[in-house]
């Protein structure tokens, strides 16, 4: 699940998200090496964020919700939050993980996280 904190992994989400196509489009569109997105996309297949049909990549509604959710994250992390929230999250995080540990599905440990960084109190937006 971390490796979706990865910035090439949301790079190929998003890329996916907003032009479904062949490895070579996304080869094109992401500008990764060729190896880096053929392991990205693997995962990404495995884990049931993207689908793939008559050879062409295109998201599932699971990757919806993940993408959802990072751009969530992104939205957050320009936001000034206090140290009680960063630990809320960090234990949340470690949840988490045991979540993994104890063969909870990805998208299950996802939610987990989301709700942790929802919680957040926002106290200043930084310009």
């Known amino acids: 699940m971390y490796g979706l904190f990865d910035a090439q ?4 989400l998003r ?9 070579n489009d996304m080869l094109r569109r992401t500008e990764l ?3 880096t997105l053929h392991r990205g996309l693997g995962n990404l297949l495995k884990d049931r964020l993207v689908k793939k049909i008559s050879g062409r990549y295109a998201i599932t509604s699971e990757g919806e919700l993940v993408l959802a959710a990072l751009r969530q994250l ?3 992390a320009k936001l000034k939050i206090t140290d009680e929230d ?4 960090l234990r949340q995080a470690k949840r988490t993980m045991r979540m993994e540990s104890s063969g909870f599905n990805r998208i299950e440990q996802f939610v987990s ?10 106290t200043k937006v930084l310009a």
């Open 15 to 23: 890329a996916v998200a907003e032009h479904p196509g062949a490895f």
């Open 74 to 76: 992104e939205a957050r």
């Open 113 to 122: 996280v989301q709700e942790a960084v929802e919680s957040v109190k926002v």
């Open 86 to 89: 960063v630990r809320h999250m």
């Open 9 to 12: 992994i949301a790079q190929m």
């Open 33 to 35: 090496p060729k190896a």
